[in-house]
């Protein structure tokens, strides 16, 4: 008898982006749907991790991540956020940002409790929820600038919730959390047993010489917050899905045990270039002023089109209405938008449990000027 499967995921299928990049590729699109840059990487970062090959750092490093890699984060963060951060306790290094999302969750999710998660929300975090049995509360970001509306967070709560999930900057929107939403959020979880994830992949990707309100910055907050990273993001190698997770070490102690028996540890060679690279603060600091000139070139480029961008404070990433258009539903448009006109985007109401379709897409502008011209010159047909 062949055993049969009773899905934990029932209702996911294949992530919009693989389905996007497919089509793209399939029509030869200008593909500014998923989220990575299409131009080179710091050549100086290759060099150190062939470096690091040849001089036999080959084998495991320590479950917890190399050590000087760990210190180097502490000294950033630091630096940034005024965070006292213990390199030996409060730090793992992991395979991406969103596997420490997870393990983060798998660490303090039992069947029955509830999370609060913003939508729309990056794709992994729901599925990540559910496979652990919990319940995913969903509360709308209010359309069109994507805030969080603190009193529906307050009414949502109830005995059963375990965790709520903020992410600034925020995928797919390109919104960004003031400090004023942090200070709301302190206020509601003070005296609870609520914990916070808070997905900070973008922690570079900020305009607007606006400040980034990490979660870092709030010793109440760390005392019960797992804050996730990708290195992908920071040094344009999405493809090496290569993070950490910050935590305090309590938290970490427990995250560890999911951790040491799913993946261990994380490719050594480029925890050992990334070690001395981080030193190098211009690699992450001009990244906001690098990003914010491709979005406000986009954002030009984009005057010749009929689609109504909204605004973004960081991330790659911007959304656009097009009801100058269509009125075809975000995901029919997006689609056709890729096989007729040959520029793929990501329908934003793939970003809802629900598909709430505002008629929104997404642009990815992380991309060179080449790339940008070419996609709006399309565009501009419609
Ligand atoms: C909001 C958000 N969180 C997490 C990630 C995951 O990063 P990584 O590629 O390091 O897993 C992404 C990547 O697209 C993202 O957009």
């Known amino acids: 008898m062949i055993p049969s499967i009773h899905s934990k ?61 760990r210190e180097a984060i502490a000294e950033k963060v630091h630096a940034l956020y005024g965070a006292s951060i213990d390199a030996g306790s409060d730090i793992t290094i992991t395979p991406g940002g969103t596997y ?39 509360l709308p970001l209010r ?31 390109g919104a960004v959390l003031r400090a004023s939403d942090l200070e709301e959020l302190r206020k509601i979880v003070s005296n609870t047993n609520i914990f916070i994830l808070s997905d900070e992949v973008y922690e570079h990707l900020v305009f607007d010489g606006i400040p980034h309100e990490s979660v870092l910055r709030y010793p ?18 999405t493809g090496w899905k290569l993070g950490y ?21 994380v490719h050594s060679p480029s925890q050992v270039a990334l070690a001395g690279f981080l030193s190098n603060r211009e690699s992450y600091l001009g990244l906001g002023t690098y990003l914010q000139e491709k979005r406000d070139y986009f954002t030009t480029l984009m005057k010749q089109t009929r689609f109504d961008l909204l605004s973004s404070h960081g991330s790659y990433f911007i959304c656009g209405t097009y009801n100058r258009i269509s009125d075809e539903g975000d995901s029919a448009f997006a689609k056709r938008l890729t096989i007729e006109h040959k520029v793929a985007t990501i329908p934003v109401s793939a970003f809802y449990k629900d598909a709430t379709d505002n008629k929104v897409i997404r642009f990815c502008f992380a991309k060179k000027r080449e790339t940008l011209e070419s996609a709006v010159e399309k565009l501009a047909r419609l």
């Not at 997770?245 to 540890?265: D, G, P, W």
């Open 143 to 173: 359309y069109p600038d994507y805030s969080i509306d603190w009193q529906m967070v307050r009414n949502a709560i109830t005995d059963r919730t375990r965790v709520i999930m903020i992410n600034s900057p925020h995928n797919p929107t």
């Open 245 to 265: 997770c910050i935590s305090n070490a309590s938290l970490m102690t427990e995250f560890r045990k999911v951790h040491q028996y799913n993946c261990f540890s």
């Open 9 to 69: 995921l029932p209702a996911v299928g294949t992530t919009i982006f693989t389905v996007m990049s497919g089509l793209a590729a399939e029509h030869n699109a200008v593909n500014l749907g998923q989220g990575f840059p299409d131009y080179d990487m710091d050549s100086e970062l290759v060099g150190l991790v062939n470096k690091a090959m040849k001089d036999g750092y080959n084998q495991y490093v320590p479950m917890q991540g190399y050590l000087p890699l």
């Open 220 to 237: 109440d907050l760390m005392e019960r917050s797992f804050v996730c990273f990708s290195f992908g993001k920071v040094y344009h190698c």
């Open 100 to 138: 420490a999302i997870y393990t983060a969750l798998t660490t303090v999710l039992r069947p029955g409790d509830e999370v609060i998660v913003f939508e729309p929300a990056y794709d992994s975090y729901i599925p990540n929820i559910e496979v652990n049995g919990a319940t995913a509360i969903r």
